[in-house]
């Protein structure tokens, strides 16, 4: 019996996918430096990437790239802190109570989330200000709605047979809830976050280009602005990473969490 | 701790959604409602095991549902121990046919769910989880997770679970259906043992008459839906059984006793009701 219930877990496949991503990444930099240094474009454009990383290093250094990154990163978190604190909880009325409006309203939610989120800079601008409130109400706004319904669906989906288990042995409203509806909602829920931080972040940048002083998005946009080329491509670069590491960041968390699915 | 349970002039009205505008009238029925149990009548004695066959829809899971307390009957009187059923309790332990693991908990931890709602001490509920998973044998299993298990070792973990708690009625669904032929027979001699271990009162429900005379000290058999008791085989096999048993003319005998039952329940020409026979085993399948 040993033998055949070794796990997919257990055996170790060798990490090829991120090897290859690597050398992809690697040979990228090497052609974009070749073609930078040859002239087979525009080095005025196209810097070469010694000189884009030598610019990110030195502004990493002196304290200027690290005070963009946490002020887009602190405007991000603030939104979906708040988009956490209600969408989930509403997310488990909504799926544990009310299923039925929940399959009713959730196409006329998603189509107005979808409701291009960049147009929506202006009109939250015009509510909140061009202060930070705008720009955590955008990303607020933007990441809510698939939290919610993702929360929903995740209760929705719950195994009834599991429920009823779980009340023949006597258990009671809470542990059920925090027993069986919470673990058995959570991995949709990341889910719902994963979509919705991609999103999240690349409204923010937007955001970020109108009325802020500060941010991954602004360091894009000023660099644009004063034709400093080189500074532009760091911004783009660290969005790039940032944007990279979050959703590293989340997967793992996912895994660590929900260690009982396959 | 053996219990009795018995059932008089039970009977069980579902109501169905979207039928509510009386266009599904048939046969002269209350258009919305679906009779699923009609004054069902069944005295289960202390320690007894009991299996249910019958007909698909003939409301077997139904009648395990309303015992374990999962849905109310419309009328008639259930009693377990001498009082009336009123609602989930840990005197009763129910095992459905699709395992229902906890996915989210690893082998140990869904075993010492019931444990956990009896409020007993951490240490000592680990204990007495490790206890049982022992018992159905996979306890070198008790830190998977379900998903990590084969359907015959969820299915024992689903009898390890109910057992953990030490209820005093065991409810089984059709608890060994999805397990191939040689797992059933070794789940058959596990459940025996246990049963002639710890004095529970159980009901086994199956589809297969062979399952049900090798378990049981009684057979009900029941009439198509709406479901009610139409006789009781007395199963008078000597125990403990051997699985060679089914091969004995005595269990032949049976067989064909509870086929014979099975097969006139519409009172129909033969034809007719061979042709919706939905049973899995033939009476002259073992004989060989
Ligand atoms: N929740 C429900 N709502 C309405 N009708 C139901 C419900 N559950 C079961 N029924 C109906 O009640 C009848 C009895 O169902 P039940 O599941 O008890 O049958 P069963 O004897 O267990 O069948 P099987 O052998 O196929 O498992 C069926 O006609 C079924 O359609
Ligand atoms: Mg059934």
Sequence with gaps: MGIGMKTAKQIKKPNLGFFVSLVAIIAFFLLWEWASRSGAVDSQFVPPVSKVLGDAWALLLNGTLPIHILSSLARLFAGLGLAIALGIPLGFLLGGWAPKLAGFIRPLLMNLSMLNPFALIPVFMLLLGIGEASKVGIIFWVLIWPILFATASGVMQIDPAVVSIARSMGAGGIKIFFDIIVPGTINRVFTGLKSALTLGFIVLLSAEMVGAKSGLGWLVFNSNKNYNITRLYVGILFVAVIGFLLSVGIDKLQKNIVVWEE | ?288
Aim: net charge neutral; proline share 4%.
């Design chain 2, 1 to 288: 701790m053996a219990i009795e349970i018995e059932a008089r002039g039970l009977s069980l009205v579902y109501s169905i959604r979207g039928a509510k505008n009386g266009r599904n009238d048939k046969n002269g029925k209350v258009s919305g409602t679906l009779t699923a149990l009609e004054n069902v009548n069944l005295a289960v004695r202390e320690g007894e095991f009991l299996s249910l066959v019958g007909p698909s829809g003939c409301g077997k899971s139904t009648f395990l549902y309303i015992l374990a307390g999962l849905i109310k009957k419309t009328s008639g009187s259930i009693l377990i121990g001498g009082k009336e059923v009123n609602g989930p309790a840990l005197d009763r332990g129910i095992i459905m046919q699709a395992y229902a693991l906890f996915p989210w908990r690893t082998v140990q931890k869904n075993v010492e769910f019931g444990l956990e709602v009896k409020k007993v001490p951490r240490a000592e509920r680990a204990g007495i989880a490790r206890g049982y998973i022992e018992l159905v044998g996979l306890g070198e299993f008790s830190d998977r997770y379900p998903f990590e298990l084969s359907g015959g070792m969820k299915q024992r973990i689903a009898i390890a679970r109910a057992l953990a708690y030490n209820p005093d009625v065991l409810l089984m669904d059709e608890p060994f259906a999805a397990v191939d032929e040689q797992t059933r027979g070794a789940l058959h001699e596990e459940l025996l043992r246990i049963w002639e271990e710890t004095q529970k009162t159980i009901i086994f429900v199956t589809h297969s008459i062979d399952e049900a005379i090798f378990l049981s000290d009684r057979v009900a058999v029941m009439t198509p839906g709406p479901g009610t008791v139409r006789k009781i085989v007395d199963i008078k096999l000597a125990r403990p059984r051997a699985s060679e048993i089914r091969t004995s003319a005595e269990f032949a005998k049976y067989r064909r006793e509870i086929w014979q039952l099975l097969q006139n329940r519409t009172d129909r020409t033969e034809a007719v009701v061979t042709e919706t026979c939905i049973l899995e085993s033939e009476p002259q399948e073992a004989v060989i």
